[in-house]
T-cell receptor, first 108, second 116 residues
């Protein structure tokens, strides 16, 4: 079956440092979605990438979709304490294939 | 729309008891998903329905777990008998999927289950 892995599993950064999480799929994805789950909360949709090599930005967040459509990354510039949470990538077609998630801790 | 509604928000039960979790998906969505989240295993897909029909239940741990979707606006996940290792947060999510994967998953607030 389709597997979506993320690295790292955990990341601790000092506030103001950058952060990147990587998502890798065992198969080619038609699209990639990113979700954020705050501590104690539920996953919330952030963005979707569809095109090979696509790059999208949301303020300090930059999302990339690989040329082969098998990997993706989320980069946060100058992290803030509000960025704390777990970030999931997910491929979707007839269901959602969620990645293993990266838990981000931001140290003030 | 109020979003995906799950009940109860918290459930504490004794081992061996039956537990029923409930979910009301967003109106108009054709797909419903049940996930279990733990620190050890992350977010696991248990089962998903499309147009009220179970499509993939390979994630259901064992026969103690069962899920139903009698109509487009309601689904239940039942655990009977419950065991301490079932303690987790259970999420329900819904979406409108057409095979092109161009819509997002909307999650409920989750049910935190503790089996003692």
């Amino acid at each position: 079956g389709q597997q979506v892995m993320q690295i790292p599993q955990y990341q601790h950064v000092q506030e103001g440092e950058d952060f990147t999480t990587y998502c890798n799929s065992s198969t080619t994805l038609s699209n990639i979605q990113w979700y954020k789950q705050r501590p104690g909360g539920h996953p919330v949709f952030l963005i979707q990438l569809v095109k090979s090599g696509e790059v999208k930005k949301q303020k300090r967040l930059t999302f990339q979709f690989g040329e082969a459509k098998k990997n993706s990354s989320l980069h946060i510039t100058a992290t803030q304490t509000t960025d704390v949470g777990t970030y999931f990538c997910a491929g979707s077609r007839n269901q959602f294939y969620f990645g293993t998630g990266t838990s981000l801790t931001v140290i003030p | 729309d109020a979003g995906v509604i799950q009940s109860p928000r918290h459930e504490v039960t004794e081992m061996g008891q039956e537990v029923t979790l409930r979910c009301k998906p967003i109106s108009g969505h054709n797909s419903l998903f049940w996930y279990r989240q733990t620190m050890m295993r992350g977010l696991e897909l248990l089962i998903y329905f499309n147009n009220n029909v179970p499509i993939d239940d390979s994630g259901m741990p064992e026969d103690r777990f069962s899920a139903k979707m009698p109509n487009a606006s309601f689904s239940t996940l039942k655990i009977q008998p419950s065991e301490p290792r079932d303690s987790a947060v259970y999420f329900c999510a819904s979406s409108f999927l057409q095979g092109t994967g161009d819509t997002e998953a909307f999650f409920g607030q989750g049910t935190r289950l503790t089996v003692v």
